[in-house]
T-cell receptor, first 112, second 113 residues
Framework: ETGVTQSPTHLIKTRGQQVTLRCSSQ?????VSWYQQALGQGPQFIFQ???????GRGNFPPRFSGLQFPNYSSELNVNALELDDSALYLC???????????FGQGTRLTVV | QQQVKQSPQSLIVQKGGISIINCAYE??????FPWYQQFPGKGPALLIA?????SEKKEGRFTISFNKSAKQFSLHIMDSQPGDSATYFC????????????FGTGTRLTVIP
């Protein structure tokens, strides 16, 4: 176990709705990254947060947004859900300047 | 555009055999290359990683071979066991970029008894 916990583990939403996913980072880690993993694909980088600010972003639209809190936990928010947003959403924590990233078990989001 | 290309897509190996998964990249700014193991319903778990200043790294039954000039790296699993059956992802990290990992498309390994 990595110490990175995500909630909820599964979620079903309707197209057009909004969703919030949560992540608690591993103790001692101050950086949180979010990835989207479509079925049968590798994870794709959404964005990273460090010191409560976005510190890098992948090729995802603005309806994907995030927050990092003083305790280094994080939220991923997705607005106006689309069917293609159905995926496993992974949170990874690390320490700034250290390349090892440790993933949580993910949240399986299904958009119907 | 896939920054890291991985092959094969699937692999079936007999117990005790050697599993070999290959990856290639183009971006010479990548400076850290981890491999992740993922079981169904779980997040990826860091298995082993290498930096481009070494050509090989071994941890137990797992070995990474790295060819900087060819921009290729591979994972070798010696004495493969049924418990190794999982999906394996290679990845690459660019420290000067957006601080993210670029993943390959994954290899589903099945080790048959």
């Amino acid at each position: 176990e990595t110490g990175v916990t995500q909630s909820p583990t599964h979620l079903i939403k309707t197209r057009g709705q909004q969703v919030t996913l949560r992540c608690s980072s591993q103790s001692g880690h101050n950086t949180v990254s979010w990835y989207q993993q479509a079925l049968g694909q590798g994870p794709q980088f959404i964005f990273q947060y460090y010191r409560e600010e976005e510190n890098g972003r992948g090729n995802f639209p603005p309806r994907f947004s995030g927050l990092q809190f003083p305790n280094y936990s994080s939220e991923l928010n997705v607005n106006a859900l689309e069917l293609d947003d159905s995926a496993l959403y992974l949170c990874a924590s690390s320490r700034v300047g250290v390349t090892e990233a440790f993933f949580g078990q993910g949240t399986r989001l299904t958009v119907v | 555009q896939q920054q890291v290309k991985q092959s094969p897509q699937s692999l079936i190996v007999q117990k005790g055999g050697i599993s070999i998964i290959n990856c290639a990249y183009e971006n010479t700014a990548f400076d850290y290359f981890p491999w992740y193991q993922q079981f169904p319903g779980k997040g990826p778990a860091l298995l082993i990683a290498i930096r481009p200043d070494v050509s090989e790294k071994k941890e137990g039954r797992f070995t990474i071979s790295f060819n900087k000039s060819a921009k290729q790296f591979s994972l070798h699993i010696m004495d493969s066991q049924p418990g190794d059956s999982a999906t394996y992802f290679c990845a690459a990290w660019e420290a000067t970029g957006a601080n993210n990992l670029f993943f390959g498309t994954g290899t589903r390994l099945t080790v048959i008894p």
